[in-house]
């Protein structure tokens, strides 16, 4: 369909078994011919998907970029995928989470491939445990999602909330935690803690009554360490959670600011979110 240089390779855009594709070649003296492979020198490569209605047969290659605490990551992307939410990245940058259209999570691998983890969605569906996804983080090793969605086929928007994880390979998603909130609320952005071993989140109703929880990446020993007491959670929205780079610190992001607190719920004051790796974002 199409082909340009990209340094010292080629980059095609064609069609393999109905489905478009982009072949990348290896180095000057060899030919590869399998899908979206790339010689070590080339950075990672996410895979093409069918186009969206409206938009060009033709696939467009852009960038997709990513952080955390390690450095910040770009990746060649097509454009469906360009127009997805960027949840984070592995450690090492060889995985990229990704959430298309407000709902389904993919996982993006270095290696082109991609791998879908939730299932279809269409806004307040009624599939068990991917319904109305509010929050997703990625492991650092890139093996393990762990995304708030509910727990009920009804699809109610602020009850019935819990956190599931699943591999980074796909397969069936599991109950770590449900929300404690009284008559259920909802639970919001999960995230991992540098090392791995700890997830912060989120549980309230949509715009009221949260507060702050810490649990060991089993889902076990949850506890809470902020409570919808702390005047700035009674009434607000939730935009965020993000770990301090030595893992002893947490950021929440609400309407009316950042506060920043011990992993114990101490200290808390409000402060900059500057020095954070907010999911999806340059550090």
Request: net charge negative; aromatic share 8%.
């Amino acid at each position: 369909m199409s082909a340009a240089a990209w340094g010292s390779h080629f980059v095609v855009a064609g069609a393999y078994d109905a489905t478009p594709v982009i072949w990348i070649s290896g180095t000057p003296t060899t030919t590869e011919t399998a899908l979206v492979k790339s010689s070590e020198s080339v950075e990672p490569t996410a895979s093409v998907q069918p186009s969206v209605a409206g938009r060009s047969s033709e696939p467009t290659v852009g960038q997709i970029e990513c952080g955390n605490h390690a450095g910040n990551w770009s990746y060649p992307a097509t454009s469906v995928q360009l127009n997805s939410a960027i949840l984070g990245c592995s450690l090492d940058g060889s995985r990229v989470l990704i959430q298309k259209g407000n709902e389904n999570l993919f996982v993006l691998d270095a290696d082109g491939s991609e791998t879908q983890v939730t299932e279809q969605l269409s806004g307040f569906n009624e599939i068990v445990g991917s319904a109305r996804p509010t929050g997703a983080t990625i492991s650092p090793d890139g093996t393990r999602i762990v995304f708030a969605g509910l727990t009920t086929r009804e699809g109610l928007s602020c009850h019935d909330g819990a956190l599931f994880a699943v591999s980074a390979d796909g397969g069936p998603a599991e109950v770590l935690w449900r929300s404690q909130v009284p008559q259920n609320g909802i639970v919001r952005d999960p995230s991992f803690s540098p090392d791995g071993t700890r997830i912060a989140f989120a549980d309230g109703y949509c715009d009221s009554d949260h507060s702050v929880w810490v649990m060991n990446a089993d889902g076990s020993d949850a506890r809470q360490i902020v409570s919808s007491d702390f005047g700035p959670l009674g009434a607000t929205h939730v935009h965020g959670l993000a770990w301090s780079a030595a893992g002893d610190r947490i950021a929440l992001q609400v309407d009316d600011g950042t506060y920043i607190f011990a992993t114990d719920g101490s200290g808390l004051a409000s402060g900059s979110a500057s020095e954070f790796c907010w999911p999806g974002r340059e550090c």
